[in-house]
């Protein structure tokens, strides 16, 4: 609160006023229950001088008279009479959790079953939400993952959606120009792999260089635009390098390798089948990618030629009947969009018409963008299994019932326990605690 103290000046002239703004200083910097006192003797001091020695020089030593005043024992606050309140005040709630220790202590079966309920529930709902969001993060290091795209096969009939298609869509959709890059992933790459006394099993896909220029796995040994070029040549994963060949450089190294038709998410195999030396090109970065994909190493497809001619692996070059054994994706120019590529499936999906099979001949190409991979819609021959969208749906459903079933129960049993502490919450808003 501010003074604002009047006197009788001598000198009735404006000149024999002191400085206004030294007063303001002064309010601001002495203490409230001094500033009468103070500012009352400057002002009567101030009027004596100017009468007698004139107004300039009451001036100055209105000055002085001011500079002593400011000292710390004058900037000091009197205590108020009433004491300040904080809300978060240490007594408080240094009773609060020992009232509250005293109650688990006291009715233990009250206690554990809402803890314990409470607790499960929202255990639960925090499992759910990072099963989810693990989901979510797969194929997400990929630079281009807006652009490309799976190409799918969806039977008309049953209303089944195949990930794989048959062979030859991959040749026909490279005629497209909004399509810049096609990359086809064969299965059939299964077996035992060794290098002198280390053996290892491998899994994998037959493709072409352009699989490194729609996916973005780095290599830590090995040249992307070239390791896939020569048959019999393969790029694999650093866990297997590491079996097969230790702390040794595996860049130009044989392997022997016997296929025994393993997949990726199954054990089951045949008899070996010897299809000889394999060079190793390239070595995937150990970066542990969270991919749709699973793969332990990926083989040259013009390796596939020197298999047709041997017998060992079946020719679907041109084949428009099979349709469980080739995985295709599309890498769309920046200009290109859905409805591109929406009317070159339904061209390309005429030829299906060639298969033998009503099954395949009743159905159409149709395409899933990379990032609704997982989790997406049900969807059959995919390279590894994952869950569904719809059992996420089911899941949250299921988690929201016992969430809630959970925080009514503890509700519940907190009314009731509330009803035998109403002595102790009428004296805590008595005091206002």
């Known amino acids: 609160m501010h003074f604002k103290i009047e006197f009788t000046i001598y000198n009735e002239s404006k000149k024999s006023i002191p400085p206004t703004w030294i007063d303001k200083l002064l309010n601001w910097l002495i203490a409230p229950h001094l500033r009468e006192e103070v500012l009352g003797d400057l002002y009567e001091r101030y009027a004596l001088r100017a009468k007698r020695l004139g107004t300039t020089k009451a001036r100055q030593r209105y000055w002085r008279d001011v500079l ?12 108020t009479k009433y004491p300040t309140i904080y809300l978060l005040n240490s007594t408080m709630i240094r009773n609060y959790f020992k009232i509250g220790f005293r109650n688990l202590i006291k009715y233990k079966a009250f206690s554990l079953i809402n803890i314990f309920g409470l607790a499960v529930a929202m255990s639960v709902c925090m499992l759910m939400i990072l099963m989810y969001a693990d989901q979510l993060s797969y194929d997400q290091f990929h630079k281009n993952k807006e652009r490309v795209y799976r190409i799918n096969t969806n039977s008309m009939s049953n209303g089944n959606l195949r990930a794989t298609i048959p062979f030859p869509v991959a040749g026909k959709l490279k005629a497209y120009p909004f399509i810049e890059e096609v990359a086809l992933l064969r299965r059939g790459f299964g077996g035992d792999a060794v290098h002198n006394l280390n053996y290892s099993e491998m899994r994998g896909f037959f493709t072409t260089s352009s699989f490194f220029k729609i996916f973005s796995y780095e290599l830590e ?3 992307q635009a070239t390791a896939l070029e020569k048959p019999n040549s393969l790029v694999i ?3 297997v390098a590491k079996k097969l060949f230790g702390k040794r450089d595996p860049i130009g190294k044989t392997i022997h390798f016997s296929q025994r038709g393993l997949e990726t998410w199954s054990e089951e195999s045949h008899s070996p ?3 000889g030396l394999f060079t190793v090109t390239g070595v995937f970065a ?5 991919s749709h994909l699973s793969f332990d190493a990926i083989v040259s497809a013009s390796t596939l030629e020197h298999l047709y001619k041997e ?3 079946e020719d679907l070059a041109e084949d428009w009947t099979t349709d469980h054994q080739a995985y295709t994706y599309v890498l769309l120019s920046k200009t290109a969009n859905e409805k591109n590529l929406n009317d070159a499936l339904a061209q390309v999906s005429e030829n299906l018409k060639l298969s033998k099979y009503p099954a395949i001949q009743k159905s159409k190409l149709a395409f899933q963008s990379l990032t609704k991979l997982n989790p997406g819609p049900v969807v059959n021959n995919t390279p590894t299994n994952s ?3 719809f059992v996420y749906y089911i899941l949250g459903g299921l988690v929201l019932v016992i969430m809630f ?16 502490r109403s002595g102790e919450i009428g004296l805590r808003k008595v005091i206002g605690a």
């Open 237 to 239: 994963t650093h866990k």
């Open 387 to 389: 869950l569904p969208l």
């Open 405 to 420: 079933a959970a925080c009514l129960n503890y509700t519940s049993l907190s009314i009731a326990r509330s009803i035998t």
């Open 68 to 79: 002593a005043y400011i000292r710390i024992s004058n900037f000091k606050r009197k205590p």
């Open 273 to 275: 089948v010897d299809w």
């Open 311 to 313: 017998n060992k692996i």
């Open 221 to 223: 040994a090995g040249n």
């Open 286 to 290: 150990d970066h542990d990618y969270k």
